[in-house]
């Protein structure tokens, strides 16, 4: 996208610039879809840029009804991977018909032979998503967004008059049909994208279908529901804007094909229509995916709660989950008991990022481990299949082959990565249950040289419980400040999660037992001091450094009895049960 923006004149002023989010840039990946427009010979057109992410498939869904064609960016040397497979399946089922991009052809393991056995997958994955005999002769580009160029025919290095993106904007001109609208109908335009302004209030954004909308019209939102056609609100049109490049600017009038944002309605929301007050129909909306995993949000009630944030309540913490699922189709918000909310997402990654948020926006919270969201058909139980993509270097197949039969993984292809001598890539079908955590454990066991990819696939029957995937944890019996004096005779028992100076209450969770079992210890024993003892014989105390577990592998980590403690300033793990006794009790209960 940032080429495509300098190549049509756009002032970026720095690489990966719609990805204005501040988590986006922290971390590098598209969390967000972003809408913008560039001019290319006597032609505007619409860009969107989705996610990747399949936990983000939600951005995907809610703006594929807004474009008529897609690119789809491939990198030559690892091929197709199952978020690839994700995000195509949804531009090929709206009628879409992808250019192919095949990137990083500039790398030497590349070939022109690769490239070619790259778009015969993609072609077979096309064909096996059920792709028209249109959609399967799709056009094939070669480019180097590193470099900047965009080649019809495969090269390693074009000419310096041909390093740039102007082959790729022709074939979006060529391939990309205009919008088919009508002017003289009346407006109507479906809610794609929604944000908050302080001033003009919501922002609905979107594509209009057909007519044109000027400043002061009188519209109206709709929505269906079972008993009919609901009219939301009636308005009239305050402010008007479009995106190009990297600026928004205000408009008088836009008309059928602009992809536009209105303000003026205080009411609709994604997925309704926005129309003249004369239309009473409302456009078909997007037909989104189920949700895979849910976790609990609640009141943050340790010992410790209250003193790093400022947002505390079950009521403030409702109010930011709701808007949450206002703005993002993928999530939904069921309040539950004791000022608790069930938030269903699609994967802990998306629902990480959620959390994330809100601890920048100083909120204090207690969240339960994900639970998987099973459904029932004709007496039998199924639950969510994620398809996974992994490659790896050879000696490390062992290891992961090992962890994942534990958690039901099922192998559907195995074999050498093409060009890349002494790497294994294998495909597999895995529950969403068995893969809750394990990031962090593939990540230890390739030493950080693999990488891994997943996607949703269906909905197959249950595979039956998991194998012992964690070992049991340190659980601290007293409060007060922790000591390196009570941490040296703890280090052997397994692995802390904690250092010396830390606060620590009953119930929180220090360290990894090596063993399957939980233990109780200590964290905050002092030395005894007597006239012959003193406080200085601990200066020379050596500890290894402590396990520190980020948000997604602090929720991927915790058991059924566990919850994560999230303030601003940190991630605690805690049992549900801070008195031991009452652990001791509830662990006699048969479990759900």
Known sequence: MD???????????????????????????????K???????????????????ADFGGEVERVVGM???????????????AQTKFVLAKALRYGLRPILLLNKVDRPSVSEERCDEVESLVFDLFANLGASEEQLDFPVLYASAKEGWASSTFTKSPPADAKNMSQLLDAIVKYVPPPTACLDEPFKMLVSMMEKDDYVGRILTGRITSGVVRINDRVHGLRDSDAGVVKIEEGKIVKLRKNKGMVSFDVDAAGAGDIISVAGLKSPSIGHTVAHVEVMAPLPTVEL????????????????AGLDGTQLTGGKIGDRLLAEAETNLAINVIPGLAESYEVQGRGEL??????ENMRRESFELSVSPPKVMYKHENGVKLEPIEEVTIEVNEEHVGLVMEALSHRRAEVTDMGPVPGNFGRTRMTLTCPSRGLVGYRSVFSSDTRGTGFMHRAFMAYEKYRGPLGNVRKGVLVSCARGTITSYALVSLEPRGTLFVTPGVEAYDG????????????????????????????????????????????EEAIGYVASDELIEVTPHHIRLRKRYLDSNKRKTMSKRPKE
């Open 3 to 33: 080429r495509l923006l300098r190549q049509c004149g756009a002032d970026i002023p720095h690489e990966r610039a719609l990805d204005s989010n501040q988590l986006e840039k922290e971390r590098g990946i598209t969390i967000a879809s």
């Open 35 to 53: 809408i913008t427009s560039i001019s290319w010979k006597e032609n505007e057109l619409n860009m969107v840029d989705t996610p990747g992410h």
């Open 67 to 81: 474009v008529e064609g897609a690119v789809l960016v491939v990198d030559a040397g690892e091929g197709p991977l």
């Open 289 to 304: 995916d189920p949700p895979t995993i849910s976790m609990t949000f609640g009141v943050n009630d340790s010992p410790l």
């Open 350 to 355: 998306q629902l990480g990022i959620l959390l």
């Open 508 to 551: 929180m969770i220090v360290g990894e037992h090596s063993r399957d079992t939980d233990l109780d210890v200590n964290p905050v024993r002092n030395k005894a001091l007597t006239n012959i003892r003193s406080a200085g014989n601990d200066e020379n105390v050596k500890l290894s450094p402590p396990r520190r577990m980020t948000l």
